[in-house]
């Protein structure tokens, strides 16, 4: 891409998108690195960039939705910035005017209901106070492939020939594949950060109601972000016992009971 942009002339422009990209990550990674959150790596692309980080949906609502908003909110001060540079002389009206464009342009970009855009990502934390993990993250997938199907749709419909935005659809459409194939790793993520963790993100208790037949794993499956889980185990159609959920997550990660079933940590505690 820097290649085609220099032989093409277009070196300004690749280099206002790189910095207004740089930024825009370094205002997610910042805001992480303030609350302690582990960042894996900082990918910077002409077209976007991804901050990504070894957070597993464990972390208080604030803290992700303050890291998220950190990067759109990046570029107002950018924007300000560049409105001075104009003023003082700096920069040309002209490159002023490219600046805004691309800064705006990235801006409502980001904020698209699709996975991995930061507006896809606030529709995860959405769906996940009202949902259990996996069926948040399933809805989240579904509505970002239908937004996803909106965004190619407008772009065949008015600027079929614009190469950068048909590498951003082969992104986009990339990325929401690997997350919908690595769904069931990203769930057992969650589950052994939520045993591992400190427990910080805990709010509130939310019992949930299991029949001793049921294994492990699908019980887990109910388990919602920000809530504590007693098990409450149901044998006949009455109350038969209790368990914590961390007897579920030790049996599972530690003890490497993948397989059982409810009734069977009931007799071993």
Not at 15 to 23: H, N, P, R, T
Request: glycine content about 6%.
């Amino acid at each position: 891409m820097m290649a085609v942009s220099a032989a093409t002339a277009q070196f300004k422009t690749l280099a206002i998108l790189l910095v207004i990209v740089l930024v825009h990550e370094l205002g997610h990674a910042v805001c992480a690195a303030y609350f302690s959150w582990r960042i894996k790596s900082i990918m910077l692309l002409p077209f976007g960039g991804a901050a990504e980080m070894e957070e597993h949906g464990n972390r208080p609502v604030k803290e992700e939705l303050a890291v998220i908003l950190a990067g759109p909110l990046q570029h107002l001060p950018m924007q300000g910035a560049a409105l001075l540079a104009q003023f003082y002389g700096i920069i040309t009206p002209e490159s002023y005017a490219l600046f805004t464009f691309y800064n705006l342009s990235i801006l409502l970009f980001n904020l698209l209901p699709i996975w991995p855009l930061d507006g896809g990502k606030l529709m995860f934390i959405l769906f996940s106070l009202y949902k259990p993990f996996p069926s948040a993250h399933k809805w989240m997938m579904v509505f970002s492939a239908c937004a996803l199907l909106v965004y190619k749709g407008a772009v065949l419909a008015f600027f079929p020939f614009q190469l950068n935005l048909w590498m951003i659809t082969v992104f986009l459409c990339y990325s929401l594949f690997m997350e919908y194939k690595q769904r069931h790793f990203i769930h057992l993520r969650f589950l052994m950060d939520r045993y591992y963790g400190s427990g910080k993100a805990i709010q509130k208790l939310v019992p949930i109601k299991a029949e001793s037949g049921e294994d492990l794993l699908s019980v887990m499956a109910r388990f919602k972000r920000g809530c504590k889980h007693p098990i409450i185990v149901y044998r006949g159609g009455a109350k038969w016992s209790e368990l914590d959920e961390n007897e579920l997550l030790h049996a599972f990660f530690s003890e490497k009971r993948t397989n059982s079933k409810v009734e069977e940590l009931v007799y071993a505690y």
